[in-house]
């Protein structure tokens, strides 16, 4: 099986070394290696250029619970720069439901500021955007069609049907984590996403049940897709490789 993990947060795996190794053995080909502000953009562009197995992409980005305006525009500046050498924005988007988010509305008027200019910049340079939306889904996605976003993932959609249905129509992915094995959101989310829209991923190191995850856990993420949509694990793995190859346009056969 042949396998791509979407959206890892590579620089916060530990003894990277070993599970990479572990990855390359559960048949992961590549891992995108998301960006969340400076120095984890700037670690995935390291990981990138060096001859890795499994092959590493960088993708870009500022994350929604990283906005630091001391250091905002020195590091968007450096995205811009280097964006050439990535294969996606990301991760980039709006979170309501993050600490104080919550109740301030310029918080979340700055998430959005920050966003915008991340979806230009994706449009303007040709680029897919991973996008997180946790309690900001029906925002994330007008923003996006809004601004005339053509490639979209939706990652660990776990939000309204309706919101899913719209994204959907737009041509937009989802990408299915482990929690696809207990969440009644995400779980309904997935079932609703045609196997041709959906992408695999971990966001690694992220806890699943207690404990840390690291990229061959996309296993954990097979299986679960697999028992929900009711099909192989093999179909999956296969319909879901060549989607990511398509949606980040990746040089992997
Ligand atoms: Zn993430």
Redesign the pocket.
Known sequence: MRLVDA?A?LEEVEELEQALRRAWEAGVKAIIA?GSDYHSSKFALELAEKPLRPKVYAALGIHPWSLNPSTLDSTMEFIRRNLGKAVAVG?VGLDYWYKETRRDREKQALQRKVFEEFLKMAESNGKPVII?SRGAWGDSLKMAIELGVEEAVF?WFSGPQEVLENLLSHGYYVSATPAVAYSREHRKAVLSTPLSRLLLET?SPVSYGGKPSEPADILKTLEGVASVKNMSREKIAEETFENTLRFFKLPLD
Do not use: I, L, N
């Open positions: 959206h947060h998301v991760e997180h990652h966001d």
